[in-house]
Structures are given as structure tokens and as C-alpha cells.
């Protein structure tokens, strides 16, 4: 069994960064794309970004684009977060893809961390 832990969640005001990073206890495949959900208070869990394994192809929510900034190296996955608003507030979950490509949908992914709170107050 796969676990993928996440971190670097927190409170932080409108206007500002954090960086959230996801570690695996091990490598799921040799070809993994990465993703980033999120689930605010009362609503349904949404897509927030993707990348291929390569790290080469990247897809972004229409919300989050041109803030956010998807990565990896060989060791983590991070979601880099600027210009925060608060509704931008949820529980932010990492996800592994059990296909090597980018996707939005959740169906795609079959190894979930248990998620950090992100808060942004206005």
C-alpha cells in the first residue's frame, strides 16, 4: 500500500503564498502523473491542478490558474499557491494517477493522501 503524505498547509492571509509538498512511502509505478484536489467545507472535492510524470505537461483549474504552480522532483510533488484568496480555503489533497498523463478527473487517481488545511482569511 501506497501512502502519500501531505505538508505545508496552514493559515495564511488574502494576498499570500504557502507551498504544500507530497512525499510517497514508495514509488506506486515507474510512470506516475501527480494531481492536486481540493475539498472546501460543504462542497464536493475539485480539481486544482495535474502534472505528468515527465513533469513535462501540466493542466490547471481555471480558479487556480496563473496563481498556482504544479512541480515535482524525485523525491515530492508541491503545489506552489500565490496571491491566496480566501476562497481558496479547503482541505488539499495530493493524489497519485495510475495513468503517466495529466487528468482532471479524480476517477483517474487511485492513491490519495489524507489531506492538509489550508485557511485564508480575509
Known amino acids: 500500500q501506497v501512502q502519500l503524505v501531505e505538508s505545508g498547509g496552514g493559515l495564511v492571509q488574502a494576498g499570500g503564498s504557502l507551498r504544500l509538498s507530497c512525499t510517497a512511502s514508495?514509488?506506486?509505478?515507474?510512470?506516475?502523473?501527480m494531481g492536486w484536489f481540493r475539498q472546501a467545507p460543504g462542497k464536493e472535492r475539485e480539481f486544482v491542478a495535474a502534472l505528468s510524470w515527465r513533469g513535462d505537461n501540466t493542466v490547471y483549474a481555471d480558479s487556480v490558474k496563473g496563481r498556482f504552480t504544479i512541480s515535482r522532483d524525485m523525491n515530492a510533488v508541491y503545489l506552489q499557491m500565490n496571491s491566496l484568496k480566501p476562497e481558496d480555503t479547503a482541505v488539499y489533497y495530493c493524489?497519485?494517477?495510475?495513468?503517466?498523463?495529466?487528468?482532471?478527473?479524480?476517477?483517474?487517481?487511485?492513491?490519495w493522501g489524507q489531506g492538509t488545511q489550508v485557511t485564508v482569511s480575509s
Open positions: 514508495r514509488r506506486t509505478s515507474s510512470n506516475n502523473g
Open positions: 493524489a497519485s494517477n495510475r495513468y503517466s498523463s495529466t487528468s482532471s478527473s479524480s476517477r483517474d487517481y487511485n492513491y
